[in-house]
């Protein structure tokens, strides 16, 4: 009698549970993704109000 292969005696479940890390990098990465997409908006939200109020002193001052 041949033994059985190792990956034959694993559950198709434990493979797909873990695989490999690129599945947990997501669990960190998307976070870090989402933070920075809102830094960016608000960032640029800063920076066009600035813009708006230097035009406008600028109005003001003619």
């Given at each position: 009698m041949l033994p059985t292969p190792l990956l034959a005696r694993v559950p198709a479940w434990a493979v797909l549970a873990h695989q490999g890390g690129w599945d947990e990098i997501l669990w960190v990465m998307i976070p870090?993704?989402?933070?920075?997409?809102?830094?960016?908006?608000?960032?640029?939200?800063?920076?066009?109000?600035?813009?708006?109020?230097?035009?406008?002193?600028?109005?003001?001052?003619?």
């Open positions: 870090i993704v989402v933070m920075v997409g809102l830094l960016r908006v608000a960032a640029r939200r800063v920076r066009n109000n600035a813009d708006a109020a230097s035009d406008a002193r600028d109005v003001g001052a003619e």
